[in-house]
């Protein structure tokens, strides 16, 4: 089992870049492949990004390609996603999770275990 504590959200500015974290405990943290979704008011939970166990491979929801980038540390337990060009559409709860396996790396249903969500808010 892992735990996930997610920080790095706040306010920006339309344009502006955010960097959030997403720290896993345990000591088997390269096992799983891990996700970032979010949630907006009102809204489903939507995938945004995702990346492989050894990092190799990522996914990104069409919306934040070139803009967003995943990446994770395994040494530090710790996954990143760096967030550039923010859209006042960006603004939600973004959480972390992860999965154990290596299919459908899109789907929220796939990821067993999750973080509590940390705002991000993009002003216009």
């Known amino acids: 089992q892992v735990q996930l504590v997610e920080s790095g959200g706040g306010l920006v500015q339309a344009g502006g870049s955010l960097r959030l974290s997403c720290a896993a405990s345990g000591r088997t943290f390269s096992s799983y492949a891990m996700g970032w979704f979010r949630q907006a008011p009102g809204k489903e939970r939507e995938f945004v990004a995702a990346?492989?166990?050894?990092?190799?491979?990522?996914y990104y929801v069409e919306s934040v390609k070139g803009r967003f980038a995943i990446s994770r540390d395994n040494a530090k337990n710790t996954v990143y996603l760096q967030m550039g060009s923010l859209k006042p559409e960006d603004t939600a709860v973004y959480y972390c999770?992860?999965?154990?396996?290596?299919?459908?790396?899109?789907?929220?249903?796939?990821?067993?275990?999750w973080g509590q969500g940390t705002q991000v808010t993009v002003s216009s």
């Open positions: 999770a992860a999965r154990l396996g290596s299919t459908s790396y899109t789907s929220l249903n796939e990821y067993p275990y």
């Open positions: 990346i492989t166990r050894s990092g190799i491979s990522t």
